[in-house]
């Protein structure tokens, strides 16, 4: 084990209770983001929780400049959410859609955004258009090009790394073809930030949503949004914009933030605000690059190790491919496999045919267990999930 592992297993306390290889669903957090929750929390019981914000103003003003500086933005553009679904649904209710416009997304979306869209259909008559995947998986752009040149598209949203999946999707191309055809593009990097380095303007996307607790090691019911210059130069604005978005100038007439902020609710929980940059500020120092390439080469050395178990069946698709380890063990369901798993020390999480109907359709599986370790996990960590469940497929 080298010296930068032991050190950040060292400053993440959950490693010496469990071998935590669910990531993708919420990350074990490091000391510093604890340590920022526990503090502000002992504040706001000393002074009480307005005067505790008060004080903390500028460390709070600080978290813009880390979120921002992870993924290549600036602090203007940014505004802090609940989750990377909140801030889905902030981008979406800023587009007064009608009758016959049109949304294009990717067959692999995240479930929550699958749901909003058939409610969207249903409530207001937008149309939504799922672009085909290239022949090894993953969104085809020259595909979400067609549909723009032959629709009335209003957006495009795509899922960069699937709930269900260790796909990584080529989120760049689309946003160059919607540049090309002045098409507002969004996406959703809930499972790509913390393991993917991002940069907004090589994307150029107009929105683009995270969550602070999966890979970027960060607190539950916290993320941020970035929306572009572009979008704030627009107007866009959500639908029931917070008085921390916008101000109410006169009887008849309010005006929004001219920055992201107009994307934000008032109340915050600020211990979670400051975790948040906490976990920012960690995984810059780490360095994205870093933790990619360490936790991609785990989930390599997993897959690969899963390939030789007789009854188990990888179901990862695409060119690239992320640190998401997807796998059918036959004659299991993967709820019982996970349940089975914790009682042995071990986390993980399953995938379930609903998240994902049509790739589960696809890959003719009803769930799928989902692996996925991050940079502090270790090779011994990977052994001993692959002698379990090599265990377990033996027992069906």
Not at 130 to 138: I, N, S, T, V
Not at 303 to 323: M, N, P, Q, S, Y
Request: hydrophobic share 40%; glycine share 8%; net charge negative.
């Amino acid at each position: 084990m080298t010296d930068d592992v032991l050190r950040w297993r060292h400053d993440t306390p959950g490693c010496g209770h469990r071998n935590h290889l669910n990531n993708a669903g919420a990350a074990l957090m490091p000391l510093p983001v604890l340590n920022a929750m526990k503090d502000h929390l002992d504040l706001e019981s000393l002074t009480g929780g307005y005067e505790a914000a008060a004080n903390r103003a500028e460390a709070i003003t600080a978290v813009y400049d880390e979120i921002a500086g992870l993924v290549g933005g600036a602090p203007r553009n940014m505004a802090v959410v609940a989750s990377a679904t909140a801030g889905f649904v902030q981008t979406i209710s800023s587009f007064d859609l009608r009758p016959g416009d049109a949304i294009v997304t990717s067959r692999c979306d995240y479930t929550s955004y699958q749901i909003h869209y058939l409610s969207l259909a249903e409530r207001q008559g937008v149309i939504v258009h799922h672009a085909p995947d290239l022949p090894d998986g993953g969104i085809d752009p020259d595909a979400v090009r067609d549909l723009l040149r032959r629709h009335r598209c209003r957006l495009v949203h795509v899922s960069w790394v699937p709930t269900n999946s260790g796909l990584v999707q080529d989120v760049a191309s689309v946003g160059a073809v919607c540049s090309e055809l002045g098409v507002p593009f969004a996406v959703d990097a809930c499972q790509a930030v913390g393991q993917l380095p991002i940069n907004v303007a090589s994307l150029g996307c107009d929105y683009l949503a995270v969550t602070g607790r999966k890979f970027l090691r960060g607190p539950r019911g916290i993320g941020f949004l970035y929306a572009s210059d572009r979008a704030l130069a627009r107007g866009d604005h959500p639908l029931f914009v917070d008085m921390r978005g916008a101000c109410w100038a006169a009887i008849d007439r309010y005006e929004i933030a001219d920055t992201a902020r107009r994307f934000e609710g008032w109340e915050f929980a600020y211990a979670l605000v400051l975790g948040l940059g906490a976990a920012a500020r960690y995984a810059r120092a780490i360095g994205v690059d870093n933790a990619q390439r360490r936790a991609q080469a785990l989930a390599n050395t997993l897959r690969t190790a899963l390939e030789k178990i007789d009854r188990v069946r990888l179901l990862d698709r695409g060119k690239e491919r992320c640190a998401i380890v997807t796998a059918d063990v036959q004659g299991w369901d993967a709820n019982e496999l996970v349940r089975e798993l914790g009682s042995r020390g071990v986390n993980t999480s399953p995938t379930l045919r609903w998240y994902a109907i049509p790739d589960f359709v696809d890959k003719g599986v009803e769930s799928a267990i989902r692996i996925s370790p991050h940079y502090y996990n270790t090779e011994s960590e990977i052994d001993q999930v692959v002698g379990h469940l090599a265990e377990l497929a033996a027992q069906r």
